[in-house]
């Protein structure tokens, strides 16, 4: 059943018992950020703010594979996925004779009937009209405390190509600049920084839309790694079964759906002088540091009388992103199969991978070979160039069950022949490799091996831990913590590259010397000030700190060893500046843990940023090296 905007949405949520409403002033600057941490890393529910001094405001509104289900008008999301299975069969299955083509012009007009539909007159979005807008007007969140200052972190971005008519809507963040004024931060691979591009050639304005809430379905698409060809609102359609109605701008011509909550109308003048945008904390788990991107100028903000303010936030994972991508799984697995290899019947995007920097495929394997053949394909398509680590299975694994995972790739992975080690294209928020937007790639082998593939036997052994232990301890200079992955090869270690700008090659001569390897088929290496026993902060690290070229190397007997250390504490050097972690302030924690009891929502949850803050190297959005042994919370580690 489609949502007529953030209102009725709401309801649903209520109806269900998914939403929580807070009644009581919350600050937009850092207080609502960190309640909604605590709320999201405990699987919590959707929250309402009602009084932030404007718009309510609803955040954590796809947080739980029911919301993101009910945000789409289903109750569960493999009725989405169902549905998009079954059009694209209908549609590209084999067709033996002319009735058979027939029988599929239904699925055809059925298509067509969820085609956008313009409106004449305006729409819900514009009930409220400001010909002089403000932008305070709205309860613009500023995250985390080294933020550039406030952001819209869930706008629909509307474009349009100057010379071909085709409209995109995408999602990039917004910093609030002044009451007319924000950055637009498209990213050179986003469609809506091509859009720009071309306008530039023109030497006109560029018309740019921007919409908060509606129907939720409309969100989504804006994510969805659709081609640039389709329009986000056919897939919006699709979904809610019913046509996107759209309206024209007040101020521009570009159409947007009535039923929005809030509208930011403008434009970006492309012959402008870009300016300095962020630091911003984001979905990676690190800032993304200060960059230059265009200005958009507001022209007018309209708005429903009932407008609600949607908002998300980002930081280190989970976080409410994760059920995007999680539909994205589902739904978009016909297409990908079509479009890119039909031999994959699964594919997942672990959260401690932020999307791209792990991705995990399942196929159907027949021949030898296959598994690589995938690999080299699947680095080249769409949105998946800019996949870090890339694992491709078969057989009867789960690839949602992380150990079963484990185990199957451990069984099925040589070494010496199954890493396939490449570069190309990088996502720009990945800070890992020592150029931007480019960086190495690593494709693992882990499909069941043929008799054609079969040379010799590989096997997971379990670990000799107090063997293991005892030679690793003997290293306290070096290695400053151990944990092995009970039942399996694999370790981490703790290191301080920030005192010892060796001690990773110490570690790997430890690990060679004293021959571990016999016993380890996978030793990663993190900063001492991560706690090893949390193994969901390590995979992080690992996927987001490392570049697979750069960062591994294969000791003698084939142990696999990762640098996931700061690379900015290396002898070597690195070109570029790191990131800090995402972390909230001290006296912002302290708020909300004496506000919890008013707030009326629940017992009591400690923040996250508690068992983050010893990670924290410096006082700023990157990291200082002449801070590196900072406490930030001193009192409250004790």
Not at 26 to 50: C, H, M, N, Q, Y
Not at 170 to 176: L, S, T, V, W
Not at 507 to 514: E, I, P, Q
Not at 591 to 619: E, T
Request: charged share 25%; glycine share 8%; aromatic share 8%.
């Amino acid at each position: 059943m489609p949502h007529s905007g953030l209102s009725s949405f709401i309801t649903c949520l209520e109806s269900e018992d998914e939403l929580l409403r807070i009644k009581s002033f919350v600050d937009p600057v850092l207080e609502i950020t960190e309640i909604t941490d605590r709320i999201t890393k405990s699987d919590g529910k959707a929250l309402l703010f009602e009084n932030t001094g404007g718009f309510p405001l609803l955040i954590n509104a796809f947080g739980s594979a029911k919301r993101m289900a009910l945000a789409l008008g289903r109750k569960d999301l493999d009725d989405a996925a169902g549905e998009i299975t079954e059009l694209f069969n209908d549609l590209t299955g084999p067709k033996q004779g002319f009735f058979e083509k027939i029988r599929s012009l239904p699925e055809l007009i059925k298509v067509s009937g969820y085609l956008p539909k313009v409106k004449r007159g305006r729409g819900k979005c514009q009930q409220v009209i400001h010909r002089n807008p403000d932008l305070g007007i709205l309860p613009v969140l500023k995250c985390w405390p080294h933020d550039g200052g406030r952001f819209i972190t869930l706008p629909v971005v509307h474009t349009i190509h100057p010379s071909t008519g085709r409209t995109n809507a995408g999602m990039y963040r917004m910093q609030i600049f002044d009451k007319q004024s924000t950055g637009m931060h498209w990213q050179r691979h986003k469609t809506g920084a091509n859009h720009y591009e071309e306008w530039k050639k023109t030497g006109k304005r560029m018309p740019v839309t921007v919409t908060l809430g509606g129907d939720p379905v409309c969100t989504y698409a804006a994510t969805a790694p659709l081609p640039e060809n389709i329009d986000e609102y056919i897939l919006a359609g699709f979904l809610r079964k019913k046509s996107i109605s759209l309206v024209k701008c007040i101020t521009n011509e570009l159409l947007i759906p009535s039923d929005a909550d809030i509208v930011i109308e403008g434009y970006v003048d492309p012959l402008e002088e870009m300016v300095s945008e962020g630091p911003f904390g984001d979905h990676t788990g690190f800032y993304s540091l200060s960059d230059f991107f265009p200005v958009f100028h507001v022209t007018c903000i309209t708005h429903r009388i009932d407008a609600v303010y949607l908002a998300t936030i980002v930081g280190i994972p989970p976080q409410e992103d994760a059920w995007f991508a999680r539909a994205t799984e589902k739904i978009f697995l016909a297409p990908v199969r079509l479009a890119l290899q039909p031999e994959i019947t699964d594919f997942h995007m672990p959260d401690a991978g932020v999307a791209h920097n792990l991705v995990v495929v399942k196929i159907n394997k027949t021949y030898p070979g296959q598994g690589k053949k995938v690999i080299s394909s699947l680095f080249g398509a769409g949105q998946m160039m800019f996949t870090k680590y890339l694992v491709v299975v078969s057989g009867e694994v789960d690839i949602r069950d992380y150990k079963g995972l484990l185990s199957n790739i451990l069984a099925n992975t040589d070494t010496s022949k199954d890493l396939m080690f490449t570069s190309g294209p990088m996502d720009v928020l990945d800070h890992a490799s020592d150029i931007c937007a480019l960086g190495g790639k690593l494709g693992i082998d882990a499909t069941v091996r043929l008799k054609e593939e079969i040379q010799e036997e590989i096997s997971a052994r379990p670990v000799s831990e107090n063997e293991i232990l005892n030679i690793l301890n003997n290293y306290p200079a070096t290695i400053r913590s151990v944990n092995l992955l009970t039942g399996f090869p694999v370790a981490v270690i703790g290191i301080n590259q920030s005192e010892d700008p060796e001690a990773f090659n110490k570690s790997a001569d430890v690990l060679t010397g004293r021959s571990v390897s016999g016993f380890l088929r996978l030793v990663m290496a993190v900063d001492s000030t991560v706690d090893v026993q949390d193994w969901y902060t390590v995979a992080w690290q690992v996927l987001g700190n490392t570049d697979p070229v750069r960062d591994i190397i294969i000791l003698k007997g084939g142990t696999v060893l990762i640098d996931a250390t700061i690379k900015a504490f290396s002898r070597k050097g690195f070109p570029r500046k790191w990131p800090e972690v995402v972390c909230s302030a001290e006296e912002t924690i302290k708020v909300i843990d004496q506000k919890w009891d008013s707030l009326g929502i629940g017992p009591f949850i400690p923040s996250p940023s508690l068992k983050i803050s010893k990670m924290v190297r410096g006082a700023g959005a990157e990291v200082s090296l002449q801070n590196a042994k900072l406490n930030i919370f001193p009192d409250l580690l004790d």
